[in-house]
């Protein structure tokens, strides 16, 4: 007999049981009517550090009950992470921070505990944290001032004080308490210039016009690796009223960028022909795939790889992290491009000397070389 005996029962006992808990049962009740004796019943309720009922729906986007549970699963089978994550629909950095966040302190993952956790975590009210301490606020704004992003305050804050957790703030922290106006004025202090949460368009999406795509999960291993120059990431930055864009390239190993002028607009013809003149200068080394979102500016996909030689793959729907070095990139490009500034007052002339500022600036994820530094390397040399 298995360790446990005949009260070891699948994960799908344990499911129902906690389900009919939750549902006004004694447990005693509730073990008989999954098949458990009362005492397996309570060992599964102890273990789980009672029984937390939320007073409110919580959005699916977050994990649920049988999401821990698929996870629970995933780790006894010996799966790795990205697997778990494919398997329940959620990014793998999603799965990390919850088997990081949900193991007890014998380093166990239970999938109960891990969720009462979870809705201990979202109980409300509570006091924000840099409402209630005046220290922590007061360094913070005295941060923003200084232009800091939340990201450069939170790392800075846990190595100046790494034993006073009353002085840790997450990014999260501070921009709720930047928003909620308590750190002062709220116009300008972030570099994006907003001054309250960007609404998130969340739902069903709409099926894509887009025939004949080639997904990002069938895209080669090798691209991952950012071993290799020649793979890109590309999109659109877009001007005032939707009326002005330019396009932007950056190669995943290198992050050189590549802008792409459009002067006739970014329909799906003009984008065809100004990726076609403006990359033929590219090495046939360096033309080897290009990642782009589902936008219908690349409908003529399949012309543009005939006419350039890249192999053109399409994110998820609503997945900008899919193309991350992208989205680093085109943030790095609103230094000199705005938000709601017409970008047809750019010339071709202007976005050159813009990419070759970007091309000449050391990146951290480089070793502090260049982009054009770390391109030559390979023996390629663009402008």
Known sequence: MPRGGANRKPTAAGRQYFELVRQGLKGAAAARQVGVSTSCGSKWFIEAGSMIIPDVSISPRFLTQDDRIAIADGLRAGKPPTAIAAAIGKSTST??????????DDGSYDPWWAQNQALLRRQRPKTEKIRDHAPLRSVVREKIDE??????ISRY?????????????????????????????RQGRLRTGRTR????????????????MTLICDRPAIVNERSRPGDWEGDLIIGRGQRSAIGTMVDRATRFV??????????AGSMRDALTTQTADLPATVRRTLTWDQGRELVLHEEIEQLTGFQIYFCDPHSPWQRG?????????????????????????????????????????LGDRTPKETMQDWGIALQ
């Open 197 to 212: 949460r960007k609404k998130q368009r969340r739902g069903v999406p709409s099926p894509n016009k887009i025939k004949n």
């Open 147 to 152: 232009k800091w992003s939340p990201q450069q």
């Open 258 to 267: 590549r802008l792409i002028h459009l002067p006739d607009g970014w329909k």
């Open 157 to 185: 804050l846990r190595r100046q004080y790494p034993d006073e957790p009353q002085m840790h703030a997450c990014a999260e922290t501070i921009y709720r308490g930047l928003f909620a106006g308590l750190l002062g004025r």
């Open 95 to 104: 799965v990390y921070r919850e088997i990081a966040r949900g193991k007890k």
């Open 325 to 365: 070095t992208n989205e680093n990139t085109n943030g790095l490009l609103r230094q000199y491009f705005p938000k709601g500034s017409d970008l047809a007052v750019h010339d071709i002339r202007n976005l050159r000397d813009v990419t070759r500022q970007l091309n000449d600036r050391p990146r951290m994820a």
